[in-house]
């Protein structure tokens, strides 16, 4: 549920992964920035979203949780 708006005013983000705040920056426009979620443009499964990219790059792990 965190917006890209709110990767890019994080400062722990700032201090630990800059690279997710730089990539926040480069998404779309304002308005998709403030609505978007980074849960969701991985969850939504569009090869053309950027941070999936980054989140191999990364070697990202995921904790899927399926609702009962
Ligand atoms: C005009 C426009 C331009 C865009 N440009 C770019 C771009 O340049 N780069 C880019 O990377 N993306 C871009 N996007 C995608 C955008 O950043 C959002 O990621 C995308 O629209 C999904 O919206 P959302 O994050 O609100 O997720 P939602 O629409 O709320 O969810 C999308 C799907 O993911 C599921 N989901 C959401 N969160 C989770 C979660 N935490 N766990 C499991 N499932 C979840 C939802 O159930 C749903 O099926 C663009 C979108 C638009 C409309």
Redesign the pocket.
Known sequence: ?TT?DELIASDILRLHCPMLIELAK???DPQ?RN???I???I??G?P????LGLMLVLNAQFVINFPP
């Open positions: 549920m890209e480069l998404i779309a998709v609505k978007g979620t849960g969701g443009d969850a939504h569009d053309g979203n950027d941070h």
